[in-house]
């Protein structure tokens, strides 16, 4: 059973659409990160959000903790190409494991 | 600047051999952990280490063994392959291993088991 569940488990949009991705869980995490991860390579942070309510802005990605801290989004504006990966979600809490979900395949058409 | 380093990067076993998977990382960091990622399922946490000499189980700890002899290496061992085992492994590391640290990931071995 996956603790953080990720949706959709794909997404195809044509460049310049915006996208939406979701991490939700009935647990309560301490911090939760975001990655990405290209083919052929480890999962590499995009970003940490720690406060319930944080919203964290990375160029044209915007990432949302929730308030109850259980769940988190990811938004892309514009996408570009360059934004296709797979993109994982992960929950930390104070035992040292962290949590992952299974992952939104993002593709970008140009 | 190396990172965390992975070794090999591809490797094939026939069902019933044994053998190591090996990650190092040059930061210093205390943290350091593996996971295994299957299709769909996202990455899983096999063993994972707070420091040299100390090790604990994630959550698919079962036929695997690590030992943390010191604070760069820590490889993970195949007891005796079996084919749900045939998967991506990834070696991360981090400075300390509160859940608030960043994840540095090695490229991953990728293994079959026949």
């Known amino acids: 059973t996956q603790l953080l569940e990720q949706s959709p488990q794909f997404l195809s949009i044509q460049e310049g659409e915006n996208l939406t991705v979701y991490c939700n869980s009935s647990?309560?995490?301490?911090?939760l990160q975001w990655y990405r991860q290209e083919p052929g390579e480890g999962p590499v942070l995009l970003v940490t959000?720690?406060?319930?309510?944080e919203v964290k802005k990375l160029k044209r990605l915007t990432f949302q903790f929730g308030d109850a801290r259980k769940d988190s989004s990811l938004h892309i504006t514009a996408a570009q190409p360059g934004d296709t990966g797979l993109y994982l979600c992960?929950?930390?809490?104070?035992?040292?494991?962290?949590?992952f979900g299974a992952g939104t395949t993002v593709t970008v058409r140009a | 600047n190396a990172g965390v380093t992975q070794t090999p990067k591809f490797q094939v076993l026939k069902t019933g051999q044994s053998m190591t998977l090996q990650c190092a990382q040059d930061?210093?960091?205390?943290?350091m952990s593996w996971y295994r990622q299957d299709p769909g399922m996202g990455l899983r946490l096999i063993h994972y280490?707070?420091?040299?000499?100390?090790?604990d189980q994630g959550e698919v700890p079962n036929g695997y063994n690590v030992s943390r002899s010191t604070t760069e290496d820590f490889p993970l061992r195949l007891l005796s392959a079996a084919p749900s085992q045939t998967s991506v492994y990834f070696c991360?590391?981090?400075?300390?291993?509160?859940?608030?640290?960043?994840?540095?990931f090695g490229d991953g071995t990728r293994l079959s088991i026949l």
């Open positions: 991360a590391s981090s400075k300390q291993g509160l859940g608030n640290q960043p994840q540095h």
């Open positions: 647990s309560v995490f301490s911090s």
């Open positions: 959000v720690v406060t319930g309510g």
């Open positions: 992960a929950g930390g809490s104070n035992d040292y494991k962290l949590s």
């Open positions: 930061m210093n960091h205390e943290y």
């Open positions: 280490s707070v420091g040299a000499g100390i090790t």
